[in-house]
């Protein structure tokens, strides 16, 4: 049988003639691609199949491009990475209300892990940092809706912190920002503001017990109450 062969475009083959230079080095995290000029001439090929590839470059966050200045090569970190995924995972979340549902199973699967692990291995100062996020959410909560919800997350990041892996702050974050629309009816109820930081602080008295199990109930607590506030709010 016969099999096709596709032409693959010209901005195709450049993309990937750059992409092997910055997985070989020859140009660094940071450091600026040739000119558009110096790129046509060095693959023989036109302006449009030049800014194809380089705007398929920055599409993929391999690259950032400012006006008036070459493409320079972006430094990757986590919140890079993650930050990729944002608009794709708020639009699934608008169009497909049920993943809302499993978003939510992974937060909490992800977070209770992570108190446990701060509960093992959290130092006397990140305990008192954790503590200090409680003190500044609870001056947040006079009627300062988004500086609450600012709060909120610096607390649960603070968390994901003490793990020494930056990816996860970087997905916790992310999970706040993507699902924002979730957690901000839930703030506005009566008295959940005080509910949210008496739990914060039970989580952080775990903490600083070193308590991994009473940590982890802790937090498993506090999110399923949100979960459970959210499907009462839901239906009514």
């Known amino acids: 049988?016969?099999?096709?062969?596709?032409?693959?475009?010209?901005?195709?083959?450049?993309?990937?003639?750059?992409?092997?230079?910055?997985?070989?080095?020859?140009?660094?995290?940071?450091?600026?691609?040739?000119?558009?000029?110096?790129?046509?001439?060095?693959?023989g090929v036109g302006r449009p199949a030049i800014r194809?590839?380089?705007?398929?470059?920055?599409?993929s966050g391999i690259v950032e491009i400012l006006h008036g200045e070459r493409a320079r090569v972006v430094i990757p970190t986590a919140n890079n990475l993650i930050g990729q995924m944002a608009g794709g995972a708020?639009?699934?979340?608008?169009?497909q209300p049920g993943m809302l549902d499993h978003l939510k199973s992974a937060r909490l699967f992800l977070e209770t892990g992570m108190a446990r692990m701060a509960a093992?291995?959290?130092s006397d100062a990140q305990?008192?940092?954790?503590?200090?996020?409680?003190?500044?959410q609870r001056l947040a909560s006079a009627g300062n809706l988004?500086?609450?919800?600012?709060?909120?997350?610096?607390?649960?990041?603070?968390?994901?912190?003490?793990?020494?892996?930056?990816?996860?702050?970087?997905?916790?974050?992310?999970?706040?920002?993507w699902a924002s629309e979730y957690y901000r009816p839930l703030v506005r109820a009566p008295g959940v503001e005080q509910l949210t930081l008496a739990e914060h602080e039970r989580i952080v008295d775990a903490i600083a017990a070193h308590d991994g199990d009473a940590a982890s109930e802790a937090m498993r607590l506090h999110l399923g109450r949100a979960n459970s506030l959210y499907l009462t709010?839901?239906?009514e």
């Open 1 to 43: 049988m016969p099999e096709t062969i596709h032409r693959r475009k010209l901005y195709q083959e450049v993309h990937d003639k750059l992409m092997e230079r910055i997985r070989s080095g020859e140009i660094l995290p940071g450091a600026q691609l040739p000119s558009e000029r110096e790129l046509m001439e060095f693959y």
């Open 52 to 59: 194809e590839a380089l705007q398929t470059l920055e599409r």
């Open 90 to 95: 708020m639009h699934l979340l608008r169009t």
């Open 120 to 122: 093992e291995n959290a």
């Open 127 to 136: 305990i008192a940092t954790l503590r200090s996020r409680v003190t500044q």
């Open 146 to 177: 988004d500086r609450f919800l600012d709060c909120d997350m610096a607390f649960h990041r603070e968390i994901a912190i003490i793990s020494g892996n930056p990816i996860y702050p970087a997905i916790v974050e992310s999970i706040f920002r």
């Open 233 to 235: 709010m839901k239906d």
